[in-house]
């Protein structure tokens, strides 16, 4: 409590300033970064909070190093990207959308905390951006992924104000939720997530204190053979919550593909798969080429829950595949009833639900 006092303390008297600060981050996660890109992560990564002012215009760093100005608070916005979407919802934005990236009603979290925005029209993929649509819907601000740069000249041409995320890891993902509080004049909303997930992660840290992390093997959405190694976002996951990620020895940035023969000779006590996965826990566990991997042999193979969101992605509530994790791995340090609270007070504090923990699965 003391420490989310002196944090909020920190936010009124930084609210106060009128010099702008920087928060910058790059996207060479995504493998598009250029150099100037890549030290305005690091930027961001050594100072996340520092786009604090107390009125509009408001200059920021976005996360592929650019300078942009906003001149008032945006009262129409377009997201490109379901996770700067996510961010919105979660910073109380809803309202002020009037477009969203395509495939809205697929994503369960915004039908739970915000279903007027399903039907609002879409802007395409960050595949095939509709820049066209984008224009036509004349907002003051246009929020699109990292990947999406090349089309931003083309919106500035239209006169519209961009800002590009680029969520790839924890830092990052906290750089660009100041960036959108700062454009949106949302800091203390950001400051609460911040103190949230620092107070959650702290405790269970705490709680796994001197326990001993048994080896997780996270299995990718398309295949069982696809891993995340020690650079991707999901490594986190598995760290915080007292285990060890069984892929380490990769240098992959992005999914690896493996081989049976490799997954047997890491032999991992657990088996986890990811949020969205196209194949199931039994599938797994029937698989006559997995019947000498410890984690099969005692039926310690799972799957992230999928009913609300995908927590093992770079979203707001990704800190609760933490917690579910460290359940899983250390149920009795960290039990079913710590997790589920932490869980309810995240919902209902950020995206003004009530988490239905009974069904954390969607139906097939």
């Known amino acids: 409590m003391k420490k989310w006092i002196s944090r909020m303390m920190a936010l009124v008297l930084a609210g106060a300033l009128t010099a702008c600060g920087q928060n910058t981050a790059g996207n060479s996660a995504a493998g598009t970064g250029t150099a100037a890109e890549t030290a305005a992560q690091e930027t961001t990564a050594a100072n996340p909070v520092d786009n604090v002012q107390a009125a509009y215009p408001v200059t920021i760093i976005d996360q592929l190093g650019r300078e942009v100005t906003i001149e008032e608070e945006p009262e129409t916005i377009v997201s490109g990207y379901y996770i700067s979407t996510s961010l919105l919802l979660a910073l109380n934005q809803q309202e002020k959308l009037v477009g969203i990236e395509a495939k809205a009603k697929s994503r369960s979290i915004y039908r739970l905390s915000a279903p007027e925005i399903i039907d609002l029209p879409n802007v395409g993929t960050a595949k095939e951006f509709d820049l066209e649509g984008c224009a036509a819907l004349e907002p003051d601000l246009v929020i699109v992924p990292a990947r999406l740069k090349d089309v931003i000249p083309s919106l500035e041409e239209l006169g519209l104000t961009v800002i590009a995320v680029n969520p790839e890891d924890q830092k990052l993902l906290e750089g660009a ?83 049976y023969e490799q997954l047997l000779a890491w032999n991992p006590d657990y088996i986890i798969l990811a949020s969205d996965a196209s194949y199931t826990v039994d599938s797994v566990l029937d698989d006559p080429s997995l019947s000498g991997c410890s984690a099969v042999q005692n039926g310690n193979v799972y799957q992230l829950p999928n009913a609300i969101e995908a927590w093992d992605s770079p979203v707001p509530g990704s800190i609760l595949g933490s917690l579910w994790l460290a359940n899983v791995l250390h149920p009795e340090q960290f039990t079913d009833e710590m997790w589920e609270q932490s869980a309810v007070e995240f919902y209902e504090t950020f995206y003004r639900f009530t988490p239905d923990l009974e069904n954390l699965y969607a139906a097939e």
């Open 177 to 259: 939720m100041d960036i959108l509080a700062a454009a949106c004049g949302k800091q203390d909303q950001a400051e609460a997530l911040h103190a949230f997930t620092e107070q959650e992660l702290a405790a269970l840290k705490e709680k796994l204190d001197g326990t001993e992390a048994p080896t997780v093997y996270l299995a990718g959405n398309s295949a069982l053979l696809s891993t995340a190694g020690p650079s991707m976002y999901q490594n986190s996951m598995i760290v915080n919550a007292g285990g060890k990620n069984a892929a380490e020895e990769l240098s992959d940035s992005y999914w690896a593909e493996i081989s």
